[in-house]
C-alpha cells in the first residue's frame, strides 16, 4: 500500500509530538508509576507510531485512527507518555473533520459509548468513586476531539455551502442582467424603427419625387414635407437620447403615445402618402369606456404607426384603413392598404417592421398577423392587412418601458 505525501502541517505536527514525547520520556516524567513489566524503552513504541499516525492524520484519517487507538492503549501497559495521548486526540480530532461523511458521523456516536461503557466498567470493577475519573479520562481523549471536530466539520460545511448559494445568486443575477440588457436593447431597436422609419421614409419618398419633377410647386411642397419630418424625426430622436441619457430622479419620463394621437398620425401620414396616391382613414368603432393599459396602448400605436410607414412605402394607389374595435377584454387593430405586388418599395427599408410588431405583441400574449388577403367588394382584388388582437384588462395600468416612449 502506498500513502500520499503527507501535508506539511502534519509533518511539523508529528515532528513536534515525537520530541516533545522524547524530552519527557529522557525527563522521566511519565503517566504512570509502579508499572514496571516491560522495559522502560518500550514506551517510545506507542510514541513513534502515534507520531506516524500524525502524517498520515488528513490523508489516512481511518488508518490514523485505528493504529492511533491501539497505540494509546498499549501505551497504557508501559510507564505512558503525555505527547503520546496529546497526539491520539489530535488523530481523533482530525479523523472527523477530514474523513468521510460515515465517519464523522460515526466517530462521536462511538467514542460516547465507549467513554459510558469504560466508566460502568470500572465504576463496577474498582466500586469506587474515584472510577469516575477514569471515564472522564477517556472521554476527554476520545469523546471530546471526536465532538470538537463534528463541529468544526459542520461549520464549514455550512461556510462552503453559503458560498456555493451565494456563487449560484451571483450566476443567476448575472444571467438575469444579461437577459434584461438583451431586452432594452430589443426594445430599443423596436423603439428606434418606428420612430425614425416614418419620417425617414416620408423623407426619402419626398425628395425623389423633388429630383424628379422638374415642377417648382411639387418641389416646394416635397420640400415642406421634408422638413417638417426631418424637424418632428430630430425632435424625436433627441427626446429618446435625453432619456437614455439622464438617469437622475429630477428627469421626469416623456409620456408614452396614446391612441388620442392617432389622428395626428394618420394626417402625418396622408400628407406623405399624397404624392403616391394614397389616402388615409380611421375608423375608431371603440367605446368610451375606461382607459387602457398603457403598454396597451403604447403596442397599438406602434403597429398603427409602423403599418402606415409600410403603407406609404409598399402600397398600390388607393385608400389605407385603419380600424379599431373592442374584443372581449381585448383591443383590436386592423390597417388594410392595396396590395401593391412584387414590386420594389418607394423607400429603402430594414425589413424589421414586421419583426418588431411581431414582437410587440407577442409580449403582451396577443395574436399577430400580416399578409396580402383578398379585398372586399368594390375595392381591389388583393388587399395587404395587419391585424393584432391585443389582451386589454383595464384593471391594469401596464408598463410602457423605461423609455416611455
Not at 341 to 365: F, I, K
Request: aromatic share 4%; net charge negative; hydrophobic share 45%.
Amino acid at each position: 500500500m502506498t500513502f500520499p505525501r503527507p501535508h506539511r502541517d502534519d509533518i511539523r505536527i508529528a515532528v513536534v509530538g515525537l520530541l516533545g514525547g522524547l524530552l519527557l520520556w529522557s525527563l522521566g516524567l511519565d503517566t504512570q508509576s509502579g508499572v514496571d513489566l516491560l522495559p522502560r524503552w518500550v514506551t517510545l513504541v506507542p510514541l513513534a507510531t502515534m507520531a506516524a499516525m500524525e502524517l498520515l492524520r488528513r490523508t489516512r484519517p481511518r488508518t490514523a485512527v485505528v493504529v492511533g487507538t491501539v497505540a494509546v492503549v498499549a501505551d497504557q501497559f508501559t510507564r505512558g507518555d503525555l505527547a503520546t495521548v496529546l497526539m491520539f486526540t489530535d488523530v481523533m480530532y482530525a479523523a472527523v473533520v477530514y474523513g468521510t461523511p460515515a465517519q464523522a458521523r460515526r466517530l462521536p456516536i462511538s467514542t460516547g459509548l465507549v467513554t459510558v461503557a469504560v466508566t460502568i466498567g470500572f465504576l463496577a470493577w474498582f466500586r469506587k468513586p474515584e472510577a469516575l475519573l477514569i471515564g472522564v479520562v477517556t472521554g476527554l481523549v476520545s469523546f471530546g476531539p471526536a465532538t470538537t471536530g463534528a463541529i468544526i466539520r459542520n461549520h464549514r460545511e455550512a461556510a462552503i455551502a453559503a458560498g456555493l448559494r451565494a456563487e449560484q445568486t451571483a450566476l443567476l443575477a448575472e444571467m438575469d442582467r444579461t437577459q434584461a440588457v438583451v431586452a432594452e436593447r430589443a426594445r430599443m431597436a423596436r423603439e428606434l424603427h418606428d420612430m425614425v422609419a416614418n419620417h425617414l421614409s416620408a423623407i426619402a419618398i419626398h425628395s425623389t419625387a423633388a429630383l424628379s419633377l422638374d415642377d417648382h410647386a411639387t418641389t416646394h411642397q416635397a420640400l415642406t414635407v421634408i422638413r417638417e419630418n426631418s424637424v418632428e424625426g430630430l425632435a424625436e430622436m433627441r427626446r429618446l437620447i435625453g432619456l437614455l441619457r439622464d438617469s437622475g430622479d429630477d428627469n421626469e419620463p416623456a409620456a408614452a403615445p396614446t391612441l388620442a394621437g392617432l389622428d395626428a398620425l394618420v394626417a402625418r401620414a396622408g400628407a406623405n402618402g399624397t404624392p403616391s396616391g394614397l389616402s388615409f382613414v380611421l375608423e375608431d368603432g371603440r367605446a368610451a369606456g375606461g382607459p387602457l393599459p398603457v403598454s396597451v396602448e403604447l403596442a397599438a400605436y406602434r403597429i398603427v404607426q409602423e403599418s402606415l410607414t409600410n403603407a406609404v412605402k409598399h402600397a398600390a394607389p388607393g385608400e389605407v384603413r385603419v380600424s379599431l374595435w373592442e374584443g372581449a377584454e381585448s383591443l383590436c387593430v386592423r390597417v388594410v392598404s392595396p396590395y401593391a405586388g412584387e414590386g420594389g418599395p418607394r423607400a429603402p427599408g430594414s425589413g424589421a417592421g414586421l419583426t418588431g410588431m411581431r414582437e410587440r405583441v407577442a409580449l403582451l400574449d396577443g395574436e399577430f398577423e400580416a399578409g396580402p388577403v383578398a379585398g372586399g367588394p368594390g375595392g381591389p382584388a388583393k388587399v395587404w392587412q395587419v391585424k393584432a388582437v391585443l389582451p386589454a384588462d383595464p384593471s391594469v395600468p401596464g408598463d410602457p418601458g423605461p423609455y416611455g416612449v
